[in-house]
C-alpha cells in the first residue's frame, strides 16, 4: 500500500465515499461493483477504479467489493481506526456548537478541554468540556498528547494562538478563523473559511440569475 | 465582462482575493502589482495574472492593480454588492451558531428567519430572528422572496426538508447536512461537510506520523 504521493483531490474524495459505504452496510449490502457504486454516488466507474487503485484496488472488480471491508480500509487509510484528542480554543457560539456537533457525531474525536481569553466564559463548561484560560494551552496540550487545535477565534486574534501552538507538539488545526495561518511543515491544518463559502454561493446566484435574465426568463 | 464558463477553481479562490483586498485597504494601500500580492498570498504572480484574466484583467499590470476598484469590482462578481435574505432551518446549537456568525460578520447576508419541527425550539429567538415551525417554511419563503436556505438538519431530515424547498423560489441551499442533495438545476448548492473536512484532517495526521516513523523520527 502506498500513498505517499496521493493527490488531495483523491484525498478529498475518500470522505465521500466513506460515507456512501457506511450508509450501504447500515443497509445490509454486502457486495457492490463500482458500476452500482457510480450510479449511487454519481461519479464515473472509472474514476472510482481510478481512486481505489491508489490504495492497491481493493479487490476485484469482476466481483465487485466487500462493502464492509472497503469501508473499514478507507476508513483505516482516513486515520479513523485511532482516537483522535482535540481542544477547542475560542469557547463564542461557532466553538460550542462545533464541541457539541463533533461529541454528538464522531466517536473517534474527543474535545478534552477548551480555552478561552474572557473570563466570563472560562471555569464553565461546554457539553462535558471544561472551559480554561488560554494561558494554560500549551501545558495542557503537551501533558494530555492533544492532536488537534480547532480554532474557533475571531480572525484578529489568530496569528497569536498559532504562535502559541507552534511551541507545542499540536499536529494539526482544524482553522475556523477566517485567515491562512502560516505554520511549520509538521503542522497539518485544514481550513473551514464559511464566509469563503457564502461568498461562492452568492457568486453562483448571481451568476444564475444573470443567465435567466439573458434567456428571457424574467 | 464574460464569466459564463469560469472553472469553479477560479470562483473557489476569488474570496480569498477579496479577503486580501480588503485586509490592504483597510491597511490604506492603494495600489499593489501582481508582483506584490503573490508576495503575500502566497501564489504565483502569473497565477494571480491568469486569475484576473477571467474577468477582463482589472487594468494595467505595469501601474499595479488599483487597490479599492479591485476589491469592489470582485465584490460585485461575487454578488455582494447585493443583500441575500436567508432563512435557518434546523435551530439546533450549530444553526444557532450560524445565524449569530453570520449575522455578525456578513451585513449582506440578513437572517430573516428560522424553522424547526421541534416545539422547544419554536417561538423563541436566535439573536433577533424568530424561530417558526417548519410546516409555515415554504409560505415564508414565497411571501419574503428569500434566496438563501441554510440547512442544519440531523442528516435523516435532510431529504424531507429539501423536498420541500424544491417546490418553493429558493435560489441557494448551504448545506451543513451530511448529504449529497439532488436538486434541479435552477438551485444551487454549496455543501460545507465539517465530517469530510475533520476526515482529511485525520488523514494527514496519518501520513505524516507513517512518515515520521518510517524517517526514524520517532
Not at 502559541?164 to 499540536?170: A, C, D, F, P
Amino acid at each position: 500500500m502506498e500513498d505517499r504521493s496521493i493527490s488531495q483531490a483523491v484525498i478529498g474524495r475518500l470522505p465521500r465515499y466513506y460515507r456512501y459505504l457506511g450508509d450501504l452496510r447500515s443497509e445490509g449490502v454486502e457486495r457492490i461493483s463500482s458500476q452500482e457504486l457510480s450510479g449511487i454516488m454519481n461519479v464515473t466507474a472509472s474514476q472510482i477504479r481510478q481512486d481505489f487503485n491508489n490504495f492497491g484496488g481493493f479487490g476485484q472488480q469482476g466481483y465487485g467489493y466487500n462493502v464492509n471491508t472497503l469501508y473499514q480500509e478507507i476508513g483505516r487509510i482516513l486515520g479513523l481506526d485511532k482516537i483522535h484528542t482535540m481542544v477547542l480554543i475560542g469557547a463564542g457560539n461557532l466553538g460550542q456548537a462545533l464541541v457539541n456537533y463533533v461529541s454528538l457525531k464522531n466517536r473517534g474525536f474527543i474535545f478534552k478541554a477548551a480555552f478561552d481569553t474572557d473570563p466570563k466564559r472560562t471555569g464553565r463548561m461546554i457539553a462535558d468540556v471544561p472551559v480554561y484560560p488560554l494561558e494554560r494551552l500549551p501545558e495542557f496540550i503537551d501533558a494530555n498528547n492533544i492532536e488537534i487545535a480547532v480554532l474557533a477565534v475571531p480572525r484578529g486574534a489568530a496569528a497569536d494562538v498559532k504562535d502559541i501552538l507552534v511551541h507545542t507538539g499540536i499536529k494539526a488545526i482544524w482553522n475556523f478563523a477566517h485567515v491562512d495561518l502560516e505554520v511549520p511543515e509538521d503542522i497539518q491544518v485544514e481550513n473551514v473559511h464559511l464566509h469563503d463559502s457564502l461568498m461562492k454561493l452568492s457568486y453562483n446566484i448571481r451568476c444564475h440569475d444573470e443567465e435567466e435574465v439573458k434567456s428571457g426568463k424574467r
